[in-house]
Each structure stands twice: as structure tokens, then as C-alpha cells.
């Protein structure tokens, strides 16, 4: 049999343990345990147990419930190779190295259970509604995040602004405000009568995705 499917497509033989299958799919060659994002396994190979693990205990549920924000998470424990993927978004992959990087809940795809994680919120977003709220990892471990098509890493050098859907990681160092501009909100933005950005002020950088997200559509009735 042949195709040209087969050329480009095989399975990653790396023994590493994020690697990224393609640009939309990552495999983790897992030997203990991992914390996904639930509904994002797509296949596995090997002995492996699911178990829903929440929002990461009492207090990140409590947040969770106050904020809206969090990641639903799954436990995946057991030894093989683990595929992941998200909808067909792009995939990549951060090292931390004792230092710390803020996500977007809902970018999340995986990350090992050595990180600490935690749910913080933007300075200024508690006067808009719903707040603005993201998740904070700090330590040593891999992290695998997502994006709505390439995105574009901006360097803080001067005053930074992001549409609030579209950042979906920066640097934890950075300073964070919410920005509200009713009058924009047909301008820029995801066009809702109110523009919110995020403004990012200190030294870091900020991860832009091509996107605001999957559109959410309004049915009558």
C-alpha cells in the first residue's frame, strides 16, 4: 500500500517526553502521570487510567465556581504514549525551568503534575463583567498550550495592549490591567458593544493568537 500519507505522518520515535506529533497534535511518552485537558486524548498506546481530577482541590474549585475560569482536568496515569489534541488547534510546547508563565484557562492542554498551578486575576477586570481571570504555572516541568491558528510573540519593551480573547500567555513578571472602551466596541474586539483588552506594562512577552476563539453561536428560541 502507498500513499503519501505515510510519509510525513508516522509516529514520532522521540523518547522525549512532550513532543509534538505535528502542529496540531501532541504525544506524551508517559511513564507515572500527567494532568490533560478532559475530552483532549484522541488515542494511546499502552496501560493507562483516566480519572477526572476537577478544578485542583477545594480552593482552586471555589475560584473556579466564583470566576468562571479554570481548566477541566483529567488525570491520565500509567505508561505508553499518550496523544492529545484540541480541535484541530495548534499545539506547542513550553519548558519551565523554576520560573513562571499565565495561560488562559482554555488554552490549556497538558502539563506534568510537577507544576504548581493557580487561578489569578487581572488587576481591574472585578468592575467588567464576568472579571478577567487566568491560570498561573510555576516550577519545573513541560507545558503544552494551544492557539487558534500561528501566533505572534510580542516583546514588552513598550506600553502593550491585547484583545482579552486573543492573549493567551504571557510572561507572570508582566503588569496586567483590563481596559474597557464601550465606544470601540464595534471597532475592535470581537465587536460585542465593548471592547476589553488586557494592557501589559513591565519587561516579558505576551503570546497573541491569530483568533478570538471558536465563535459562539446565538440560537433563537
Request: no cysteine; aromatic share 8%; hydrophobic share 40%.
Amino acid at each position: 500500500m502507498r500513499s503519501e500519507m505515510f510519509g510525513s505522518n508516522l509516529e514520532a520515535t522521540s523518547t522525549d517526553r512532550f513532543v509534538l506529533q505535528n502542529d496540531k497534535m501532541l504525544r506524551v511518552h508517559l511513564e507515572g502521570e500527567v494532568m490533560a485537558r478532559q475530552g483532549s486524548m484522541v488515542a494511546y498506546q499502552g496501560e493507562m487510567g483516566f480519572g477526572y481530577q476537577g478544578s485542583g482541590g477545594m480552593a482552586k474549585f471555589l475560584k473556579k465556581a466564583f470566576t468562571g475560569e479554570g481548566v477541566p482536568l483529567m488525570k491520565v496515569t500509567g505508561r505508553g504514549d499518550l496523544f492529545l489534541a484540541d480541535d484541530a488547534s495548534e499545539v506547542h510546547v513550553v519548558t519551565l525551568e523554576g520560573d513562571s508563565i499565565t495561560v488562559n484557562g482554555r488554552n490549556v492542554l497538558a502539563f506534568d503534575t510537577t507544576l504548581e498551578w493557580d487561578i489569578r486575576r487581572v488587576e481591574g477586570a472585578s468592575m467588567i463583567a464576568g472579571g478577567l481571570f487566568n491560570t498561573v504555572f510555576t516550577g519545573h516541568g513541560q507545558l503544552a498550550i494551544t492557539s487558534f491558528g500561528p501566533p505572534v510573540i510580542l516583546n514588552v519593551d513598550q506600553p502593550t495592549f491585547a484583545d482579552a480573547q486573543s492573549a493567551i500567555a504571557w510572561s507572570s513578571t508582566l503588569q496586567t490591567t483590563a481596559k474597557s472602551s464601550m465606544s470601540a466596541g464595534a471597532l475592535i474586539g470581537r465587536g460585542s458593544g465593548e471592547a476589553l483588552q488586557i494592557a501589559f506594562a513591565g519587561q516579558g512577552f505576551v503570546v497573541v493568537q491569530a483568533s478570538e476563539g471558536p465563535r459562539v453561536v446565538q440560537q433563537n428560541g
